[in-house]
């Protein structure tokens, strides 16, 4: 098998975050009553015009701007004319040509299993939605034109594919997810339709310059799906050619349920686009002043923060990547360090108790004062300088890091203030108060004290945890655990 | 070079019209005569002329991202020749 | 039935209405009882227009004042209105009755115009004779056996029959000016995007504009206020579209300047037209106005540019007719039958010629050669034809070869028809606002003088054309006149 060498090209749709349809103002919405979201632009009445979502644009061109594009002086919509029952105007309005898109000539890094990878882009254009269509059962088929007209952003990776294994394949489409849903233009939803990807898959025998045929998959609905899928395809191709047979070129549809692809039929022969300028559509201009402006409010985007994260904090890759996965998260760990939390200490508290108490009750990270979309979720009552206080309680000795859980777990239900919860229950760090208790155990607690003197260490344990339960476990552990092997050594 | 009636079937096809072998043959013709007229326009030196797509020069007219109502579910469906459950009905669609 | 009514410019009905010596309704039931003349008219919703004429009289007893409340006007049937059938002249839209106005039709009851009803014209705007209906025979009420011309034929027939005071039409290669020509009326088209496109059928998006027929100029001047604005739902719309301020009563043309393309007077122009055009000139020459012989060659290749870009516009926006959400729609079992079957018996021979000529100059490997270069050659016409502004006030020619054809006159040759076109076309191109307006008679039938003026000039061309108008002393221009 590793005579042959795999390429994939990848074709990603991202539905844009928009209120509104991309050349009209219908709303955007997920579900819901067929044909109740539509207008004589959507549905293509005659005498319908189109109007272009200033919104959309500025998405597509963050995204382009994210992704290295270049963007271009001027940019005008095509039209990309084909029939089918869920276009309703007979023509698509799209992007065309290599250097007119909102950006062309990208591309992203992406992280895999055997270190950074450059993923070459070839262009990210914006273009809309088409309806619907159910097929019926019985016969026939039902158009809802609900989704016509939503704005679509497309990327498309560049040729010859960089795209060489399955596992690049998928982190490609996880990373550039990610990239997008930091970027605030999708909401990332694969399941629902919001971001759809279709890999052209070919091989080649490794000395082969020319690369093979290639087949286009559909239907993939998650990344571990992009993963399978990408495999299968690979192994079904090198099976076919290693028992003399030719790949042929055809769209082939994935199914989850077994693992496995299968050839669809083609859409409607005979259809060629016959792209041309839109002409009820003015050009679009990108004034170079407004592009750099446009770059430098670009927020930090993932790599960067992974990157930062282990530079700047300390932080391991691992909880670097915990932390950086999604922006809000991240964004919520830097105020709490902002609020003088270590970032250490903290990224243990948001990726240990945090993120349990947050997943146990549903609720969402929110930092007061900052306005987020919850998805509507409950707002959580931690906050970064809570978290900060209950760390800073912990590292200065004040409570043991036993009660700091007890302590965190109440600041999060209630959001008071950690101050009030630990009176009368501060840590004891008293050498004097601790060698007292320390010498109590021992006088209460004979035989164990003799099986650790005998040479069972292990033992130690019980004796430090009956020191604990003593002093209500306010006793300073490591100085118990101390002081009680001074005790014990010093008799024998 | 005169277009051919496999030309005129394979554009008929295209723009999606069933015609009749005397329309083809009709048609053939006329097309023949408009692309005969067309030959005027290749003699012309157009080498670094612009197109002018837009007879008034504008760009960046854009539309602020606010949802707005648009027709009623009635509305929609009150021209459709068949529709059923808020639905447009279409013959199979059979993708060969 | 004749309509005494019919006499009276817009502009007089609507003084005669502010002096309260009829009412609205009166008007438009005197307008409604002869709609069914000449082929002019398709759909006629009279409780409809009555209702809208009462509303009408409500404004005006309120006291308002506005200029044309309460004139009822006749709408091209492929402008959408809300509540009306709006069919094209075309079979595949039968029976279509819009959910939306197009946004004139908004700003014409805004006005508080009565719709008196839609009218006839060529299938989807396309031809120059209105035969191409698929519905009525649109008949020229100067002699009911000649074309009105088209493709706006039967807004012409309304006006100059006498069946409504004034009419909205589209043009894209003429269909406004040449049959307003060919009835004897004033047609105006404005430059490109000063009227919304918003609801009017597209045909060849980059060249459509609609623009009234009235029997004045100042008519014409007066609806064009109302229907000049800028509007968000259109993206083509300029910022600056409504029409300045004209002083069209003391308008003259002495030392007014004029281009006359020798290709606009070529001997395409037939003798008894050109007869009349040359008396123009000599009449406006002697008013102190000065017409100078120009070259433009590129305007010879007017025709063959329009007929690819045109077309090739159409067939991309006629691919909306599917039979799945309007109009009409043949059965079959599966739904390419049904939608060929649907385009094939629907559409006619002439919507169908041009939806393939298009798709033909759009298809693969001829893009270049025909769609990219005509609209490069439609830079290079542009170009010489903007030289000129520097010099002349206006371009000045036939606005059509002949005077009204005898239907059925071009049916063996439907080139010969296309070719008519090429005064007017060159103002499609570039945007340019253009009128026509009748300067005499020849063998007893109307001939249209061709006045086109620069992009965003309207308002200079409207005070041209009354001055012009005022020297030529014809309009209103009515037949049944001596």
């Given at each position: 098998m590793s005579e042959y060498r795999l390429s994939v090209g990848m074709e990603v749709h991202a539905e844009l975050r928009t209120q509104s349809k991309m050349f009209c103002r219908c709303q955007v919405a997920f579900g819901g009553e067929p044909n109740t979201r539509v207008c004589p632009v959507c549905l293509g009445l005659p005498g319908a015009l189109p109007v272009p979502n200033r919104e959309a644009i500025q998405m597509v061109l963050r995204t382009a701007l994210a992704l290295n594009c270049q963007v271009p002086v001027d940019s005008v919509f095509h039209r990309k004319n084909y029939f089918y029952p869920d276009l309703p105007k007979g023509f698509q309005v799209s992007q065309y040509e290599e250097t007119n898109p909102i950006g062309y000539h990208g591309h992203l890094m992406i992280h895999t299993s055997k270190g950074p990878k450059r993923i070459g882009i070839k262009r990210v254009h914006l273009e809309e939605d088409t309806g619907k269509i159910l097929h019926l059962p019985g016969g026939g088929s039902g158009v809802d034109y609900n989704r016509a007209g939503v704005p679509l952003m497309e990327i498309v990776t560049d040729f010859p594919p960089d795209i060489e294994s399955a596992e690049e394949a998928r982190e490609y489409v996880a990373q550039l997810r990610q990239l997008l849903v930091y970027l605030g233009v999708c909401d990332g939803k694969m399941e629902e339709g919001s971001l759809r990807c279709e890999p052209n898959i070919s091989v080649r025998r490794a000395d082969s310059e020319t690369l093979g045929t290639k087949t286009e998959l559909k239907n993939l609905s998650s990344f571990r799906n992009v993963f399978l899928g990408t495999e299968y395809e690979r192994r079904r191709q090198i099976a076919v050619l290693e028992t003399g047979g030719t790949v042929a070129q055809e769209t082939r549809g994935w199914n989850e349920a077994t693992e496995s692809s299968y050839l669809m039929r083609t859409k409607e022969s005979e259809q060629e686009y016959r792209y041309f300028p839109c002409p009820d559509l003015v050009p679009l201009h990108f004034d170079r002043a407004d592009v750099e402006a446009a770059r430098a409010a670009l927020p930090e985007l993932p790599l960067a923060k992974l990157q930062r994260y282990q530079d700047?904090?300390?932080?391991?890759p691992q909880d670097a990547q915990l932390l950086t996965a999604e922006r809000p998260w991240a964004e919520w760990f830097e105020a709490a360090v902002v609020a003088g939390g270590d970032p250490k200490a903290v990224c243990n508290w948001m990726n240990g108790d945090f993120a349990r108490l947050l997943k146990e009750t549903g609720q969402a990270a929110v930092i007061p004062g900052v306005e987020s979309d919850t998805e509507g979720r409950e707002p959580a009552r931690m906050s970064p300088e809570i978290l900060v206080k209950v760390a800073k309680l912990v590292a200065d000795g004040t409570i043991t890091g036993k009660k700091a859980k007890e302590v965190f777990e109440k600041a999060y239900m209630t959001g008071d203030d950690p101050a009030s919860m630990v009176e009368g229950q501060t840590q004891i760090s008293d050498t004097d108060f601790i060698r007292q208790a320390v010498a109590d155990v021992i006088a209460e607690h004979p035989d164990p004290v003799a099986t650790y003197r005998s040479g069972k260490g292990g033992v130690l344990g019980f004796l430090v945890g009956q020191v604990m339960r003593r002093t209500q476990g306010r006793a300073n552990p490591p100085m118990v655990q101390e002081e009680m092997r001074r005790q014990l050594d010093e008799t024998s | 070079m005169p277009i051919t009636l496999d030309e005129v079937r394979h554009v008929a096809r295209l723009a999606r019209l069933e015609l009749t072998e005397d329309e083809l043959r009709a048609f053939q013709t006329e097309l023949d005569a408009l692309l005969g007229h067309f030959q005027d326009l290749q003699a012309v030196d157009v080498t670094g002329v612009a197109p002018k797509p837009h007879a008034v020069a504008l760009q960046n007219v854009l539309a602020e991202d606010v949802a707005r109502f648009g027709l009623t579910r009635d509305q929609a469906l009150a021209n459709a020749p068949k529709s059923r459950a808020g639905l447009f009905l279409v013959p199979s669609i059979r993708e060969d | 039935m004749s309509n005494k009514l019919g006499q009276l410019t817009a502009t007089e009905i609507a003084a005669a209405l502010q002096r309260r010596e009829m009412s609205a309704r009166e008007v438009a039931q005197a307008f409604l009882d002869v709609t069914?003349?000449?082929?002019?008219?398709?759909?006629?919703?009279a409780e409809r227009t009555l209702a809208e004429a009462d509303a009408a009289q409500a404004r005006l007893d309120a006291g308002e004042t506005s200029p044309l409340l309460g004139v009822p006007v006749a709408i091209k049937d492929n402008i959408s209105t809300q509540g009306r059938p709006t069919t094209c002249a075309s079979r595949i839209l039968e029976g279509y009755i819009p959910p939306y106005d197009a946004t004139v039709i908004s700003q014409l009851h805004g006005a508080g115009m009565p719709l008196l009803g839609k009218t006839n014209l060529d299938e989807f705007a396309m031809g120059t004779s209105t035969e191409n209906s698929a519905y009525a025979v649109c008949k020229n009420p100067w002699d009911p056996t000649r074309s009105p011309g088209g493709s706006s034929g039967g807004s012409a027939a309304a006006v100059s029959g006498g069946l409504a005071p004034i009419s909205l039409g589209s043009d894209t290669g003429g269909s406004i000016r040449q049959p307003a020509a060919l009835c004897g009326l004033v047609g105006f088209k404005p430059t490109y995007g000063r009227v919304s496109r918003f609801g009017l059928v597209a045909f060849g998006s980059s060249l459509d504009q609609i623009g009234p027929f009235g029997q004045t100029v100042a008519d014409v001047a007066a609806i064009s206020q109302v229907i000049c604005q800028t509007d968000g739902l259109d993206n083509t719309s300029l910022p600056d579209a409504p029409l300045g301020a004209m002083?069209?009563?003391?308008?003259?043309?002495?030392g007014k300047r004029f281009a006359l393309p020798r290709e606009l007077m070529s001997d395409a122009v037939e003798a008894n037209v050109r007869a009349s055009i040359e008396q123009a000139i000599r009449t406006l020459e002697a008013a102190g106005a000065t017409v100078d012989h120009v070259d433009?060659?590129?305007?010879?290749l007017g025709v063959s540019t329009y007929y690819v870009i045109a077309p090739a516009e159409a067939s991309s926006n006629l691919g909306?007719?599917?039979?799945?959400?309007y109009g009409a729609r043949e059965e079959a079992p599966g739904h390419v039958e049904s939608l060929m079957a649907t385009r094939g018996k629907k559409f006619g021979h002439e919507v169908k010629l041009r939806i393939m000529v298009g798709t033909y100059a759009l298809s693969a490997g001829y893009y270049d050669a025909y769609y990219l270069r005509a609209q490069q050659i439609r830079g290079l016409m542009v170009a010489e034809i903007d030289a000129l502004w520097g010099e002349y006030d206006a371009i000045l020619s036939p606005t059509s070869p002949c005077v009204a054809f005898p239907l059925g006159g071009f049916s063996h040759d439907p080139m010969a028809l296309k070719q008519m076109d090429f005064c007017t076309i060159p103002a499609n191109m570039g945007g340019y606002p253009a009128l026509s307006l009748p300067c005499g008679l020849a063998d007893g039938l109307p001939v249209g003088l061709h006045l086109m003026g620069p992009v965003r000039g309207d308002e200079r061309l409207l005070e041209l054309a009354a001055g012009v108008e005022r020297e030529l002393g014809c309009a209103p221009l009515r037949p049944g006149l001596a």
């Open positions: 700047e904090f300390n932080l391991s | - | 069914d003349t000449y082929g002019a008219f398709l759909h006629v919703d002083d069209l009563a003391n308008a003259s043309v002495k433009l060659p590129s305007l010879s909306r007719f599917d039979g799945v959400r």
